[in-house]
């Protein structure tokens, strides 16, 4: 499923929305949007700009994937996929390393099908999770939110 996150308020909402679900912003065209991933519930006290992390229309490029940190020890952070496979863990060696004590050292592969991108667990203590739920293997889709130890992602393609 494609997500459609606020421009207001970074509310991540089904597709098929005309208005947020959160604050009732009206949801505009993908190509014109700018999302924002709050690091915690806009709809909390205390939230500031320099918790957010921001994704323009135009980062993405056509038929380009993108995994944003949107919590964990590195908000904000961009990683590109290329390849065929990226490798996700604790050590220097994997593509995408995300140094925390609650990443496996090699936790999950990314592996490209196709047009599909294919999430694999390859064992880690923690568990990897896509949307909330527990996966060994999942097709990664736009908008999807990913967990990797502390860390939390969403991937956006182009």
């Not at 996150?5 to 065209?29: E, Y």
């Not at 994704?55 to 490029?61: N, Q, R, T, Y």
């Not at 999942?138 to 502390?150: E, F, K, N, T, Y």
Request: hydrophobic share 35%.
């Amino acid at each position: 499923m494609q997500y459609v996150f606020c421009n207001h308020c970074g509310h991540r909402n089904p597709p098929s929305s005309t208005f947020c679900s959160s604050c009732g912003a009206v949801l505009d065209k993908p190509s014109l949007r700018t999302n924002v991933l709050p690091k915690t519930d806009p709809l909390l006290d205390g939230i500031h700009d320099d918790d957010n992390a921001v994704v323009h229309a135009g980062e993405v490029g056509p038929g380009e994937v993108m995994l944003v940190v949107r919590q964990g020890p590195e908000i904000g952070t961009r990683y590109t996929l290329h390849g065929d496979s990226v490798s996700v863990g604790r050590v220097p060696d994997n593509d995408i390393q995300l140094d925390d004590f609650t990443v496996s050292r090699q936790h999950a592969v990314l592996v490209r099908e196709n047009q599909d991108w294919i999430l694999r667990d390859l064992g880690s203590l923690n568990g990897t999770y896509v949307n909330n739920e527990r996966v060994d293997e999942c097709v990664v889709r736009h908008g999807d939110a990913l967990q990797i130890g502390r860390f939390h992602l969403v991937a956006f393609f182009g």
